[in-house]
């Protein structure tokens, strides 16, 4: 099937949005060093972004859980596929996202990562869409609410593809 990619959010909106937290972490962050962990593959370019905007020390560790596969609706089954390479135990913990939308894969990996035993746990992710919640989950850093459409670039993709947009676009079915 064709798609076309029509722009949401230009690549200015969205590194001044990352500047932005980055600068309320170093902030909320001041003394202490925080430990990004990044959820693959989506998270990732904004965690890249956000990390350079970071004053505090940072240090990083990735994971990667699946939950979509080619399709364009959440399966609600959530699998470890990479697990971190360092302990959380006593460590500033924040979680990068690229997109919470039905909360299910957050909900899911917050509750495992709590028991780790982190000094503290927080969520941060570059999109929400809040109307597809079916599952609780709090949120502490947000870069831009969206709505229920689904969108690419930016780490985020469709079937694979345009992670690598430097902007965030909607996808339009023909
Ligand atoms: P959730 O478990 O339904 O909250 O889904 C979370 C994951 O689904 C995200 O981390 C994304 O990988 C993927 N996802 C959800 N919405 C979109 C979208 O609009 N575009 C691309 N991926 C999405
Ligand atoms: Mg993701």
Do not use: W
Not at 6 to 26: A, F, H, N, P, W
Not at 116 to 128: E, G, N, V, W, Y
């Amino acid at each position: 099937m064709a798609e076309r990619i029509k722009v949401l959010l230009t690549e200015e909106e969205v590194d001044r949005k990352i500047k932005e937290i980055g600068e309320q972490i170093s902030k909320d962050y001041e003394g202490k060093q925080v430990h990004l962990v990044c959820v693959l593959k989506g998270g990732s370019f904004f965690m890249c972004e956000l990390a350079k905007r970071i004053t505090v020390p940072v240090s990083l560790d990735f994971m990667s859980v699946s939950s979509y596969g080619s399709s364009t609706k959440s399966s609600g089954v959530v699998k470890i596929v990479k697990d971190l390479d360092e302990p959380l135990k006593d460590k500033h913990v924040i979680v990068i996202e690229d997109i919470v939308d039905s909360g299910r894969t957050l909900s899911y990996l917050m509750a495992m990562l709590k028991d780790r035993h982190p000094a503290s746990l927080r969520l941060c992710t570059l999109l929400d869409k809040p109307d597809r919640r079916v599952v609780d989950v709090h949120v502490d850093y947000t870069g831009f609410q969206i709505p229920d459409e689904f969108v690419v670039g930016y780490g985020l993709d469709y079937d694979q593809k345009y992670r690598n947009l430097p902007y965030i676009g909607l996808v339009e079915l023909d």
